[in-house]
Every structure is written in structure tokens, then in C-alpha cells.
């Protein structure tokens, strides 16, 4: 079997992510600059994993300027087969509740200002062009070993979800939340574009975990999302993201994930285009 390594990524209100033991801090740079924050790394359940907070533990980085292309070649150059990512986001749907957990499955990108791929032709970056297929941007083995554990340590969990990733830092207007709906959106946040893009791209099996902290601002007699609201449920959250994450690493590595791995480095080479 092919030897695992688990990033996890951990978003909004999950700086303080001390799920690992045999914890050593590393820092690292990469070709195209230095990821959100030193790399932890360390095991859980006896399993390889590496924690990488998304927007630096004191939460300097906003979601435009976090350098998701570092962070992803880190945790490739590091060795991790796979990617838990979590992530803070507003609810687009009446039965999606703040507290609930959302499996993503698909995306819809309302980004503007983001680099998306590696293969961008600058120094140092891999040759070619890359068109990576997109139809299915998650990992659906891992999200559902996700789901499983979720339900099973008896949160209320969504098996799939859309989630609208909007540039931000702002949240949206009532008029843009209520298109997001007509769009078929369930969640939104500010991160999963292009992190999961570029986790493709590097050939990683990509799940998220999104935590529901609001209804962002389409509710009829609400004043709609702000700071204040978020902040109130981000502790309760993240303790239910710990708690899944500590018993999902062990689910995960029972797997044997040897064709699932062949199979994501294939898609990357059969995506690349360049005439030699
Ligand atoms: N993160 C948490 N809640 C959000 C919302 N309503 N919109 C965008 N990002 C979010």
C-alpha cells in the first residue's frame, strides 16, 4: 500500500488546531513563495500528518492574499497524498443551520484577483499549459469516509454541498446572496477557489469540511451576516472540526488509496499541453 500523509488545513476560527502528537514546527519556502504560516507536522492515531493554517494563527492573511499556491506545493513537497481542508461559510439554504457541517462537492468561482494554476509559465514553474478537468473538483472517496465519520460522531452533516467562493473580504449584498440561491448555491465562503483547484492540480485528493457559522444575507427580517455573528459560533465549530478530524485520520488510513493516487497523477500529466 501506498504510504499516506494527511495535510489538514485549517480555516477561520481554527488557528489553534492541537490535535497532533510528536509535534515538530518546520519552516518552508517554495517557487512560488512562502506558505500562510511554518508548517506542523506530526502524527495522529499513528498516522503522518501536517497542519498548515490558512490564514497565519493570528488571522493576518485575508482570503485574497493568502498564498495558496505555496501552501499547496508545501504540503505536496511535504508528501501528503491527501487534504483535509476546513473552512468557515454562511448558509444559502433555510435547512443548512449555523453548526451544521457541509461536505463540499461542487464550487461556483466568484473570485476575481487569484492565481489558479502552477503551470503559469514563469521561472521555475512546472512546463506547459494545464487544463484540469473540473467536473468533479472533490475527492469523492475521502468526502464520503468524511461524511461517514461526521454523521456517525452524531453531527448534523450535508453529504454534499455547492459552495459559492466569493473574492471578498466583504460579505455580499442581500441582491447577490439572493442570486447565489437562484444559482443552485448551498454554502458560500471566501477560500475553497482555488485552493481545491490547485490541490487537483498537484494531483492531492482534496475533501472540505465547511462549517456553517450564518445565513449570510438573503433571510427576509434579518440584518444578515457580520463579524459579530460569526465570531459567536466559531468555538463551537471548531470543536466539532477537531473531534472529526482526530477519528477520521484512522478511517482514511484503512483505505488503500494505490489506484486512487496512480489515478490523480495520471489526470495532471493527461491535462498538460505543451509542444516539444
Ligand atoms: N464565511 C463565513 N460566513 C460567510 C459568509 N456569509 N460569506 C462568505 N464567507 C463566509
Known sequence: MTKLKIGII?????????????????????PFGKPSESLVTGTINNVECVILVRHGTKHTIMPSSVNYR???????????????????????????????????DQFIDRTTKRIQTFYDGSDGAP???CHMAMHTPFCTKLS????ETSTKLGFKT????????????????????????LWGGHVINMTTVPEVVLAKEAGISYA???????????????EGVSVDVVLKIFKENAKKAETVLKNVISEI?????????????????NSVLSYT
Open 144 to 147: 464520503k469516509i468524511l461524511t
Open 70 to 104: 505555496a501552501n499547496i506545493f508545501a504540503l505536496k513537497e511535504e508528501g501528503c497524498t491527501h487534504i483535509l481542508a476546513t473552512t468557515a461559510c454562511g448558509s444559502l439554504q433555510e435547512h443548512i443551520a449555523p453548526g451544521d457541517i457541509v461536505i463540499l
Open 158 to 181: 450535508h453529504s454534499t454541498g455547492t459552495v459559492v467562493t466569493i473574492e471578498g473580504p466583504r460579505f455580499s449584498s442581500t441582491a447577490e446572496s439572493k442570486m447565489f440561491q
Open 208 to 222: 472540505s469540511m465547511a462549517l456553517v457559522t450564518d445565513y449570510d444575507s438573503w433571510r427576509e427580517g434579518e
Open 253 to 269: 488510513a484503512s483505505h488503500n488509496w494505490t489506484e486512487l493516487i496512480q489515478h490523480n497523477k495520471e489526470a495532471v500529466m
Open 127 to 129: 512546463k506547459g499549459v
Open 10 to 30: 485549517g480555516g477561520s476560527g481554527l488557528n489553534k488546531l492541537d490535535i497532533l502528537e510528536n509535534k515538530s514546527i518546520k519552516d518552508v519556502t517554495t
